[in-house]
C-alpha cells in the first residue's frame, strides 16, 4: 500500500502529509523531491504534517505530560509568573487575556475579547539566556525546577527542527541550503503551552462567536504544532471556508507566518486559522480539555528582513518594505495583548 500523502484534502484545500526523515537522511534526489513538497505545501496552503521528524515521539509525549502537571497547579501560583510585556512575551496568560485575531488595531480587539474571548490559558517560554528578558519559572519547588530544565531542553530541540525545516524551504526555492542560516541561529523563538479547559457545549450553542481560539495568521516564519487528539483545528481553504486539521498521531503541523509570507513576497501562504468546539463528546454535554504546543519560529530578533531575490521582479513587485524582525513582532503582540 502507498504511504499516506494528504493530511487534508477538502474544499479545495490540499495540506500535504510529508516524510521529514527523507530530507534529513535521504539521497540527493529525495531530499530535493521532500523539499519541493514541503514548498509547495506552503505556497498552496501554508500548511504541511510533517512525519518522522527527529524530535522522538517519547519526548512530545513528556512535553505534554509536563504541560499538563503545570496546569493544574493552582491560579494562584500561575498568577505569580504572569506575562508582562510583548517585549518579553515571557510568562502565563490566564483565561482571555489574549484575544486571537486578524485585527491590528488594540481597540478592536479588545471589542472583540469582550464579545468571545478565547477560551484558553498558556504559558510562554522564550530564549534562555537573553539578557534583561528572564522566564518566567517557577523556581519554587522542585516540580518547577524540573519543569525549567525539561522545557529549555524541549525549546531547543524544536530550534534544531526550525532550522532544518527552513533548509528545506531554501532548498525548495532553489536557494543554497544554508541560506536561511543566519537568520536562525540565534533562536528567538517562543515556544508556547496551550490548555484550552473543559467546555459545555452549551457555551458554544449560546455564543455564535465563542472559539477556543480567534481566527489568525500567526506573526513569524513558521510554527511547529503538537497537536493531542481532541481536534478542533481548522484551517481556512482557498474557498473562505474553514477545514478540520484533524491530528495525526506522530506528526507535527508546521505553518508559514506572516513574515515568512512578506520574506517571500506572498509567494508562501500564511494561512487563517482558528480552534473551534471540537467534535460531540461521546459521552455528556462536556468538551474534555485539550491541549496542544506551539513553537513560534521567528528571524532573529535583529534580523532585517527584505522580499528574497528571485521573488520580484519581471513584472513582478516588491510587496512589503523591509521590516525589523523583532520591531514587527512587538508590533503584532501589543495589540493582541
Not at 480539555?289 to 530578533?301: D, G, L, Q, T, W
Request: with cysteine.
Amino acid at each position: 500500500m502507498a504511504p499516506q500523502t494528504s493530511a487534508v484534502d477538502s474544499d479545495n484545500l490540499f495540506i500535504p502529509l510529508v516524510d521529514f526523515s527523507l530530507f534529513l537522511n535521504g539521497t540527493p534526489t529525495e531530499r530535493l523531491t521532500t523539499a519541493q513538497s514541503i514548498l509547495k505545501g506552503f505556497q498552496s496552503a501554508g500548511f504541511v504534517y510533517l512525519r518522522n521528524h527527529p524530535i522522538p515521539l517519547s519526548t512530545v509525549s513528556s512535553a505534554f505530560h509536563t504541560s499538563a502537571s503545570f496546569f493544574s497547579r493552582p491560579l494562584a501560583e500561575k498568577e505569580r509568573l504572569g506575562w508582562t510585556t510583548p517585549q518579553a512575551n515571557r510568562g502565563y496568560v490566564s483565561h482571555g487575556r489574549e484575544k486571537t485575531t486578524t485585527l491590528t488595531d488594540a481597540s478592536e480587539v479588545e471589542k472583540l475579547r469582550a464579545q468571545a474571548p478565547d477560551l484558553k490559558e498558556s504559558f510562554e517560554i522564550g530564549r534562555e539566556g537573553e539578557e534583561g528578558l528572564p522566564n518566567n519559572w517557577p523556581r519554587w519547588d522542585e516540580a518547577g525546577e524540573a519543569f525549567r530544565d525539561f522545557m529549555i531542553a524541549f525549546h531547543g530541540e524544536c530550534k534544531a527542527l526550525h532550522v532544518e525545516v527552513m533548509r528545506a524551504i531554501a532548498v525548495g526555492m532553489g536557494l543554497e541550503e544554508g541560506y536561511f542560516d543566519s537568520y536562525t541561529n540565534i533562536g528567538d523563538n517562543t515556544l508556547r503551552l496551550l490548555h484550552y479547559p473543559p467546555a459545555s457545549k452549551e457555551v458554544f450553542a449560546k455564543n455564535k462567536f465563542q472559539v477556543r481560539a480567534g481566527e489568525h495568521s500567526d506573526y513569524g516564519s513558521i510554527t511547529l504544532l503538537f497537536q493531542d487528539d481532541r481536534g478542533g483545528l481548522q484551517v481556512k481553504s482557498p474557498n473562505g471556508t474553514f477545514v478540520d486539521a484533524t491530528p495525526i498521531p506522530g506528526t507535527v503541523v508546521v505553518n508559514a507566518g506572516d513574515l515568512l509570507a512578506r520574506w517571500s513576497n506572498d509567494t508562501i501562504k500564511s494561512t487563517l486559522h482558528r480552534v473551534v468546539e471540537p467534535p460531540a463528546p461521546a459521552q455528556g454535554d462536556t468538551h474534555p480539555a485539550r491541549y496542544s504546543i506551539a513553537y513560534f519560529c521567528n528571524p532573529n530578533f535583529k534580523s532585517h528582513i527584505e522580499a528574497i531575490d528571485g521573488t520580484f521582479g519581471e513584472g513582478k513587485e516588491k510587496r512589503y518594505p523591509g521590516i525589523n524582525s523583532g520591531d514587527y513582532l512587538v508590533q503584532r503582540l501589543a495589540a493582541t495583548y
